[in-house]
T-cell receptor, first 112, second 113 residues
Framework: SQQGEEDPQALSIQEGENATMNCSYKTSINNLQWYRQNSGRGLVHLIL?????REKHSGRLRVTLDTSKKSSSLLITASRAADTASYFC????????????FGTGTRLLVSP | KAGVTQTPRYLIKTRGQQVTLSCSPI?????VSWYQQTPGQGLQFLFE???????NKGNFPGRFSGRQFSNSRSEMNVSTLELGDSALYLC????????????FGSGTRLTVV
């Protein structure tokens, strides 16, 4: 079963605009990760945020985590056509079970 | 360094047949995980191997199995294929655990007819 639910399911913006995607999850976690997937290919790891962190940056990416609300957001600033992809959040569990549970994904379309 | 390599990229099989998919992790990565991705169910965890041992298993029937070799390469096998097994099968490797972050292969697209 999927723990993460992402919102919105699809997002369409123009190049240069910012894109914000939200993820909610159900159980306590050790960390939350964001991945990108282009056209049904393999996923690319974008960023990992630990449960004791509230915000993390990587280039044009900014991730926030609110463990009290069991939610995270991914902000992509100054988007480019190359950012067009599906974005997934993924959570582990704090039980030590070695797997990630992926959300449903947000399909981002960035138009030139 | 080389990424995660999955072979074959595409596969068409007939119902009832079996299939073996291969995954070569990044050198030095000891954990290999497998995921199934379908439009209806999304990304579902199959199993995870570490040092040739299955450490975790998802909720899939026994027709799905896997193994890991001493060089960390992994294979997964699906026997008695069903139409519903059509999916993108993704392999991911990490240094030791999920907390290291995954590197995914490009996947094997399996179509069962």
């Amino acid at each position: 079963s999927q723990q993460g639910e992402e919102d919105p399911q699809a997002l369409s913006i123009q190049e240069g605009e910012n894109a914000t995607m939200n993820c909610s999850y159900k159980t306590s976690i050790n960390n939350l990760q964001w991945y990108r997937q282009n056209s049904g290919r393999g996923l690319v790891h974008l960023i990992l945020i630990r449960s004791n962190e509230r915000e993390k940056h990587s280039g044009r990416l900014r991730v926030t985590l609110d463990t009290s609300k069991k939610s995270s957001s991914l902000l992509i600033t100054a988007s480019r056509a190359a950012d067009t992809a599906s974005y997934f959040c993924a959570t582990d569990s704090n039980t030590g079970f070695q797997k990630l549970v992926f959300g449903t994904g947000t399909r981002l379309l960035v138009s030139p | 360094k080389a990424g995660v390599t999955q072979t074959p990229r595409y596969l068409i099989k007939t119902r009832g047949q079996q299939v073996t998919l291969s995954c070569s992790p990044i050198s030095g990565h000891r954990s290999v995980s497998w995921y199934q991705q379908t439009p209806g169910q999304g990304l579902q965890f199959l199993f995870e191997y570490f040092s040739e041992t299955q450490r975790n298993k998802g909720n899939f029937p026994g027709r799905f199995s896997g193994r890991q070799f001493s060089n960390s390469r992994s294979e997964m096998n699906v026997s008695t294929l069903e139409l519903g097994d059509s999916a993108l099968y993704l392999c991911a490797s990490s240094l030791e655990s999920v907390w290291d972050g995954y590197t995914f292969g490009s996947g094997t697209r399996l179509t069962v007819v």
